[in-house]
């Protein structure tokens, strides 16, 4: 039983542009066989005239020789139909468009990129220039003319085919584009801080990769979803469970927040309702070219309902919180039961309700069998120095007989034990217990009474 309603509420006076409540994953492509294939997709940007792909890459596989090249997205059938972004040897990408007349244009950076990082790439095509983009910088450039008319050419992800020799990925993709518009400088710049706006009507085809769970089981999943439409990909090879060849945690942009949420709670992150932990997004229009993204980390806060019985004596473990006793069989709480140790005289099951760090949780109910009996049936006792350091002395205001003496820590464990033939005074030496809250047993004459003390 735990409940928190938090609401996330950002300073800003522009309106929500789009919220996309899941997890910033990215997929993972083992370099051996994963990849993505959208049928037929070139019929969302044939006949155009200008054309953009964009994607986040991870890139591992220091590439040095052909055959082993890593092709990051795009369209390739070798005829008629190419535009796609490749790492080539010595770690240079190559940006390449092919048009309907067959005639070929490429690009090729000459700086290689870092590996084992995240980078922001592009291939933009105007008209008469493609133009390869890395971190929102312009790399490489050359000139191009003429369209793609072919509609039934697949897009592929994680892998560009040569011919019959596929050149497969290795690393982390994320944030895959394609637009039948070119892309500005400035806006190659903002999509290093901000994903693509679903919205934008130029916007052909996007996977944004936040599917599933980041390294757990997705072996039921099928497809990569089109954010924009209903050209999702097949995915092809992908192990689809643990840390590699699976949806994994992808790159992170925008401006960082976090909060917390209670177990089993609910949190409001601008009109959107969230129920667990996770990485979010939330997208805000500037009034610029730039939108602004704002990236939540929801945490689970911890409450420690654990409780420890000593007979009919319940402690709550949970520190520098609030605490309300409660009856199992009732569901009420006890009227004036708000301490951390609540000590019953009636048999039953009992519970506590603790509201620690904003949140508010119930421990398991704890079954009292036996009742110790009250005080005033046992003579008076007196126990010193409170709080004790070295040794531990007791005396009652009446000897009792073959008296059974224990001292028990939170959890029941007994620390010393004790039996005298006539009990009146005895002292124990409790220089080696550690810091903490104890009890005092004494069983006596058909009686049990429990005393606390702390250690410090």
């Known amino acids: 039983m735990a409940a928190r309603y938090a609401s996330l509420l950002l300073a800003s006076s522009f309106p929500l542009l789009a919220a996309r409540a899941s997890a910033q994953n990215a997929l993972d492509f083992d370099g051996i066989d994963d990849q993505v294939i959208v049928s037929a997709a070139s019929a969302t940007i044939a006949d155009s005239t200008t054309l953009s792909l964009t994607c986040w890459v991870y890139p591992r596989n220091n590439v040095t020789s052909f055959p082993d090249l890593d092709g990051y997205a795009g369209f390739r059938n070798e005829t008629d139909a190419d535009f796609y972004l490749l790492q080539l040897y010595n770690n240079n990408l190559e940006g390449r468009f092919r048009n309907s007349s067959g005639t070929v244009f490429t690009a090729t950076t000459s700086a290689g990129i870092a590996l084992n990082t995240w980078h922001h790439v592009g291939l933009t095509y105007d008209g008469s220039t493609i133009t390869i983009w890395v971190d929102g910088a312009m790399a490489a450039s050359a000139p191009a003319n003429g369209t793609i008319s072919n509609p039934s050419v697949p897009f592929t992800i994680g892998n560009i085919n040569f011919n019959a020799q596929p050149f497969w990925f290795k ?10 518009r070119a892309l500005s400088a400035e806006e190659m710049e903002c999509l290093g801080a901000a994903p693509p706006d679903p919205a934008d009507p130029h916007l052909a085809l996007y996977y944004s990769c936040d ?13 990569l979803t089109d954010d924009v439409g209903s050209m999702d990909g097949a995915l092809q090879g992908f192990a689809l469970a643990g840390n590699g060849s699976n949806f994994v945690p992808g790159t992170v942009f925008g401006t960082a927040v976090s909060d917390q949420i209670c177990p089993g709670g609910t949190y409001d992150f601008n009109g959107e309702t969230l129920t667990g932990p996770g ?17 939540l980390t929801l945490t689970e806060t911890t409450v420690n309902t654990g409780v420890a019985q000593n007979v009919n ?4 473990q949970a520190s520098g919180a609030s605490y309300h006793w409660l009856d199992c069989a009732s569901g009420s709480p006890i009227p004036g039961a708000t301490n951390q140790y609540y000590t019953t005289f009636v048999t039953g099951q009992f519970a506590v309700i603790i509201t620690q760090n904003g949140c508010v949780d119930t421990s398991a109910c704890y079954n009292v069998t036996t009742i110790g009996i009250e005080e005033q049936r046992m003579p ?11 040794a531990l002395s007791v005396e009652l205001s009446a000897p009792v007989t073959n008296a059974a003496i224990r001292i028990a820590d939170l959890t029941g464990r007994i620390t010393h034990r004790r039996t005298m033939p006539q009990l009146s005074r005895a002292s124990f030496d409790m220089g080696d217990l550690p810091p903490g809250l104890y009890f005092l047993e004494i069983e006596a004459q058909g009686l049990r009474q429990a005393w606390r003390f702390v250690k410090e």
Do not use: M
């Not at 690393?171 to 039948?180: N, S």
């Not at 990485?279 to 990236?295: E, I, K, P």
């Not at 004596?313 to 709550?316: E, F, G, V, W, Y």
């Open 171 to 180: 690393g982390k993709l994320d944030e895959v584009a394609l637009w039948h």
């Open 211 to 223: 599917q599933g769970i980041a390294g757990g089981d997705n072996t039921g999943t099928t497809v």
């Open 279 to 295: 990485v979010y997004t939330t997208v805000f229009a500037t009034g610029g070219l730039c939108d602004s993204t704002v990236v």
């Open 313 to 316: 004596t319940l402690i709550a």
């Open 380 to 390: 008076n006792a007196r126990l010193w120095p409170q709080p004790v350091t070295d």
